[in-house]
């Protein structure tokens, strides 16, 4: 079984510890981006990855691309030109202050490519799953375009399709409405992870206040209504995702979330997180249990219980990606042996 994920491959740079922008003079540097979030955290599972992206041929791009390969991901499909790494700052929140983001992603190695940059054919001819997310169509045309060849590619061969749709607002800045560009792409996937503002903003599917309803536990929320949108508009999608986030403040969190195979919808575990050490890549890495889970488990309860799990677990890691085993995540699953040293 081989996966292939498809993005770009960023270092972050936070200030040291929860201090803001305005007062740090060191930062810290890691390596991440959704997509590689994903094959790092799949490598962990004992899963063959590969990972697909763009970055310079100098020592910054080299040095992220061994972060990559050091968790176990086969980086044999990266490709080394241009002449910028993409880079984002993080200011961390913490209890009442939320975190917030500055890209610095304009004009990277990555945002340079295009659907002739791949030989998409040659990458997915033995591969057994493709994923992509909302954030590479965003950074460029070529990005976009690049995209569209990748899931069109493996739409010919019959190789399951999944996307994580992550709407994110400050990266689409070269001149397109998302809903010109996400469509067609969506058209050719077959497991999507989305939430109420992905499908606002890339679909123009907007839910009325009758469409949403109270989840104990959670705040109101109209999981239901995107669900069954998704697969009314688009009928190759097999199973829409959807989490379910309850924030008490920047350090406590609720989760939980929804699967819907067209038919009926599963809810998993809930999961009571009181100290988030790092919230970014929680998504990245429940998207990343979710793909091991539906080529593994072969039970959707099972699946989506694990996924949450192993994005409960991430919560608990610094930095962009997962550093979970199958074994420690099913630890997390059997809540009678948390906290307990592993001795």
Not at 1 to 9: D, N, S, Y
Not at 205 to 232: Q, T
Request: charged share 25%; glycine share 8%.
């Amino acid at each position: 079984m081989k996966i292939v994920t498809f993005g770009e491959l960023l270092f972050r740079f936070s200030p040291v510890g929860n201090q803001r922008f305005s007062q740090a003079s060191s930062y810290e540097a890691t390596v991440g981006g959704a997509e590689a979030n994903i094959a790092m955290s799949l490598a962990q599972y004992g899963d063959n990855v590969e990972y697909v992206t763009v970055v310079p041929n100098d020592e910054l791009g080299l040095s992220a691309v061994r972060e990559v390969k050091k968790w176990g991901v086969n980086i044999d499909p990266i490709l080394y030109q241009g002449n910028k790494m993409g880079f984002y700052f993080l200011e961390k929140g913490g209890s009442l202050r939320g975190g917030s983001v500055i890209y610095d992603r304009a004009g990277s190695s990555f945002t340079e490519i295009d659907a002739n940059t791949f030989d998409w054919d040659e990458l997915l001819k033995d591969a057994d799953w493709f994923h992509w997310s909302g954030i590479t169509p965003a950074l460029s045309q070529g990005a976009a375009e690049a995209s569209l060849a990748a899931i069109q590619a493996a739409n010919r061969k019959g190789i399951p399709v999944s996307c994580d749709l992550n709407y994110r607002s400050k990266l689409w800045k070269y001149g397109v409405d998302p809903k010109e560009v996400m469509p067609e792409l969506i058209k050719g996937t077959s497991i999507v992870l989305a939430n109420e503002e992905d499908v606002a903003m890339y679909l123009g599917i907007k839910p009325s206040e009758s469409d949403y309803e109270h989840i104990e536990g959670f705040d109101k929320r109209c999981y239901k209504f995107i669900s069954e949108a998704l697969v009314e508009q688009f009928p190759n999608i097999d199973c829409v995702v959807t989490t379910l986030r309850q924030t008490i403040n920047a350090s406590h969190n609720r989760w939980s979330g929804v699967t819907y195979n067209g038919c009926e919808f599963i809810q998993g575990d809930v999961h009571e997180i009181p100290s988030i050490v790092d919230r970014v890549g929680g998504g990245d890495s429940f998207m990343a249990a979710y793909i091991h889970g539906k080529t593994n488990f072969n039970d959707d309860q099972k699946t989506l219980d694990f996924a949450l799990a192993a994005s409960a677990y991430k919560l608990s890691i610094p930095g962009d990606y997962n550093i979970a085993t199958e074994q420690e995540v099913f630890q997390i699953m059997d809540k009678s042996s948390i906290k307990k040293i592993n001795r």
